[in-house]
């Protein structure tokens, strides 16, 4: 799988982890130099406290383009440590 955004690769693999329609990447696919912190976060009631990257690429930025969950509730436990797109990132096999 591909996470493509502005025409680049923003991280690549075969070992997603699908949860609810969304293709969760290792962390250490991710292509770093086009992710930056954001302060943004939110919470689902069964996965946790979500934390969020903007994603900037040829200076267009993409804000909160991003999400993963580093303390993740039990029943999420299998997407620790892995980041998922959204915000018009095409992910694609």
């Not at 994603?55 to 993963?68: I, M, S």
Request: with cysteine.
């Amino acid at each position: 799988m591909k996470a493509i955004w502005n025409n680049t690769v923003l991280a690549e693999s075969n070992d997603t982890v699908v949860v609810e329609n969304n293709h969760y990447f290792p962390a250490d696919s991710v292509k770093r130099e086009y992710f930056e912190d954001s302060i943004a976060g939110t919470t689902c009631p069964w996965k946790g406290r979500a934390s969020y990257y903007s994603v900037r690429v040829n200076g267009e930025l993409n804000k909160d383009a991003a999400w993963y969950y580093p303390e993740p509730k039990p029943a999420a436990e299998n997407i620790r440590g892995r980041v998922a797109f959204w915000k018009g990132v095409q992910v694609v096999s």
